[in-house]
């Protein structure tokens, strides 16, 4: 019997602690047929998941809230890609949490809310969102991610990492946060594939990329 399926009847609820333990141990039920890249990918996110906890327990010693903000692509987004074409907001994406489709490229939860959790903090407002929300939304951080981009321009039209800290940093010059905020706060990178993506597709026909 695989190991998950004495873990599930406890595990099966609205917990994103629980959801997240439940998928590890689903995960590890296959262990043995997954390549290599894939358990590296599944040992990180165990060690974010304990990592967060610990690190909030030593911000907590600073005044103020921790904060958390996040760069990167389709693994942190939480609903910055534009509406009008990115398949994340459209079903069957989100059926899980928050049941509809929110702009995370998941059928549920991503890194952003996983990492939100464990510190204790509300999932993050989209930085496309921020003139939508209350100031106190957003006051424990905010997500600046985009779902395709990379370090580098992509095959995405979306602001790659560069453009995302150029975000942030005018929202410091705005005085949305103070330099009090982040001595107490976290930032989250995530990057994947889209750069090495989009290099082979300009460049794939190279003898020099294909040797």
Known sequence: MPFWTFCA???????PGSLFFFQ??????????????????????????AEGGARRTKLEGHSGSVKLFVFGDSYADTGNSNKSYAVSWKQPYGITFPRKPAGRFSDGRVLTDYLAWSL??????????????????VQNGMN??????????TLEKA??????ISFFQQLLQQK?????????????????????GTFV???????????
């Open 24 to 49: 590890i141990c689903l995960y590890c039920s296959v262990l043995l047929t997954m390549d290599k890249q894939t358990i590296i990918f599944i040992s990180f996110c165990c060690f974010l998941f």
């Open 159 to 164: 602001p790659n990492m560069s453009t995302q």
């Open 144 to 153: 600046f991610a985009y779902g395709g981009t990379g370090v580098f321009n």
């Open 176 to 196: 949305w946060y103070t330099k009090q905020d982040l001595n107490s706060s976290i930032a989250l990178l995530s990057l994947a594939g889209n750069d090495y």
């Open 120 to 137: 204790g903090i509300r999932s993050l407002v989209p930085y496309t969102r921020r003139g939508d929300v209350e100031k106190w939304e």
């Open 201 to 211: 597709v300009n460049h794939g026909n190279n003898p020099k990329v294909n040797g």
């Open 9 to 15: 009847p406890n595990l099966i609820h609205n917990s």
